[in-house]
């Protein structure tokens, strides 16, 4: 059983449209997390979300939404899509406990031409 | 901002040296330091979750030390072998129960 799924595991689109990746998790975790690795393999965070707080990157673009249908889903709109925007996006989730310890996905593969 | 660190960026080891990375941290307002090991084409996976000042974790071969006073952690990784190879990540969170702050890692590269 996969414990947190993303789809679609590779995205190629092209400049200017908008798409999402999903994110679900079947860990019963109360925060979900995006996070980004850029171009020298270096992860940085998004997004994190629980029921109750989203907590935005400032330096994330409004472009990029994050939306939660419910506690065990969190997924990615993107607008606008730039060149800049290829990457690949992980999606994580924690429990509410002190040692936060996250639980990654695949990663999502995102090719913007 | 949090800033966590690393060094090396990147390491060559033959099969059976042991080794050692490090990761630093700011020392106020420390909450937890988490490695976790990350290997090409897959996600990370967490390794250790550490909190208190002096924890040290062992999971086989790899294991991991904690000072929260002069802000460092050290991953050591005993007998390396080819399949250790990984980056080797450590990250903290701003506040807690929040996101990691990641470092930039340690590429491990062990041959046979």
Same mark, same amino acid.
């Given at each position: 059983d996969t414990a947190v799924s993303q789809t679609p595991k590779y995205l190629v689109t092209q400049m200017g449209n908008d798409k999402s990746i999903k994110c679900e998790q079947n860990l019963g975790h109360d925060t979900m997390y995006w996070y980004k690795q850029d171009s020298k393999k270096f992860l940085k965070i998004m997004f994190s979300y629980n029921n109750k707080e989203l907590i935005i990157n400032e330096t994330v673009p409004n472009r990029f939404s994050p939306k939660s249908p419910d506690k065990a889903h969190l997924n990615l709109h993107i607008n606008s899509l730039e060149l800049g925007d290829s990457a690949v996006y992980f999606c994580a989730s924690s429990p509410r406990t002190s040692s936060n310890e996250q639980f990654f996905g695949p990663g999502t593969r995102l090719t913007v031409l | 901002?949090?800033?966590v660190e690393q060094s090396p960026q990147s390491l060559h080891v033959q099969e059976g040296d #042991?080794? =050692?990375?490090?990761?630093?941290?700011? #020392?106020? =307002?420390f909450y937890a330091l988490h490695w976790y090991r990350w290997e090409t084409a897959k996600s990370p996976e967490a390794l250790f979750v550490m909190t208190l000042n002096g924890d040290e974790k062992k999971k086989g071969r790899i294991s991991a030390t904690l000072n929260t006073k002069e802000g460092y952690s050290y991953l050591y990784i005993k007998g390396s072998q080819p399949e250790d190879s990984a980056t080797y990540l450590c990250a903290s969170p701003g506040k807690a129960g929040t996101a990691l702050i990641f470092g930039k890692g340690t590429t491990l590269s062990v041959s046979s």
């Open positions: - | 901002i949090l800033n #042991s080794t =050692n990375f490090t990761c630093s941290f700011p #020392s106020s =307002n």
